[in-house]
């Protein structure tokens, strides 16, 4: 990073921090439902760390307590996954329909593999989901068996069948369909990637090529990423932990979406509002050591680690 662009940024993340103190909840909330997922992508931590997630589906009660806590305060957009593919959840269909329920103004996010989403469930979803509602597909590696095994090791073929299905159903539908590829690197194949939807009906500027990150250090394969280690912290690039909060299955509030370890756990919905968790003094202290207010003493901390902070 040039010195312009790093003193760009620190004013950035400065403005970002101050403009903070009058937030009383996070403009958005991410719920992973269960920590559960059908893939073991190349470049996700999951086959590493599931074991040491927690199990089981997050139980109705705790879920509602979440979405009408979100509702009191008119959150901006809820995404009800975190490090799961939120299809192995087999109340995620009703889940949705209770979010835009309580929340009808606020955008819906979905991520997902589409490994496990059957022609049923597309069906019932594209009838729910909303203008301004955005449902993105992983898809990593290419339009071949080889390729996408390597990636994802999850059938191809069910994979398209299940996305051009989804494709067909979402025809006049309003809402967004991005296509998320983070390991195609030879812009010539990432064409024939991008031909090939486009051909099936997926609109070319909603292709996009993504970045493959370490999530700070978690990813096992070393091939994955830009190896760092923050010296010191500014800021987070994605303005994690000033406007996103991350809560696990069993109610635990996590830093962000690289702390598949549970590094860093600051509260837990089943004790506490989210509101009251956000506000926390436990929060204040990790915002002030991300955003450089105070002194960070463990060099291993997670954001030191994480190619999003700077």
Not at 10 to 28: A, L, M, T, V
Not at 64 to 91: G, H, M, Q, W
Not at 167 to 189: A, P, W, Y
Not at 282 to 300: A, H, L, Q, S
Request: charged letters at 30%; hydrophobic letters at 35%; one cysteine or more.
């Amino acid at each position: 990073m040039n010195f312009v662009n790093h003193v760009k940024k620190k004013i950035k993340y400065k403005r970002d921090y101050d403009n903070f103190s009058n937030s009383d909840f996070p403009e958005r909330v991410e719920i992973g439902t269960n920590s559960v997922c059908n893939a073991r992508c190349r470049i996700c931590p999951y086959p590493e760390t599931f074991k040491d997630l927690p199990r089981g589906d997050i139980g109705d009660e705790l879920f509602r307590k979440i979405i009408n806590e979100c509702a009191k305060y008119k959150v901006k957009s809820i995404c009800p996954f975190l490090f799961n593919d939120p299809f192995t959840d087999r109340k995620i269909i009703e889940r949705i329909k209770y979010i835009i329920e309580k929340l009808p103004n606020s955008q819906i996010i979905i991520h997902t593999n589409a490994g496990l989403l059957t022609r049923e469930k597309s069906e019932e979803l594209v009838n729910i989901l909303r203008g301004g509602d955005s449902m993105n597909f992983s898809f990593h590696g290419g339009i071949t068996e080889e390729s996408y095994k390597r990636e994802m090791a999850i059938d191809l073929r069910n994979t398209l069948d299940n996305m051009k299905t989804f494709f067909e159903f979402s025809r006049g539908k309003k809402f967004e369909i991005n296509i998320h590829n983070r390991t195609l690197k030879d812009m010539n194949e990432f064409k024939k990637f991008k031909d090939f939807w486009v051909e099936l009906g997926a609109k070319p500027e909603n292709l996009k090529p993504r970045e493959v990150v370490t999530r700070a250090e978690n990813v096992k394969d070393q091939s994955v990423g830009n190896h760092i280690l923050h010296k010191k912290l500014y800021g987070c690039a994605w303005d994690r932990p000033l406007k996103t909060i991350h809560i696990l299955n069993n109610g635990d509030v996590i830093l962000c979406c690289m702390d598949w370890r549970k590094e860093v756990v600051i509260g837990n919905v089943t004790e506490k509002s989210l509101h009251d968790i956000w506000r926390s003094s436990e929060y204040k202290k990790i915002r002030n050591v991300v955003y450089g207010k105070i002194k960070n003493n463990n060099p291993n901390f997670i954001c030191n680690r994480c190619e999003i902070a700077n």
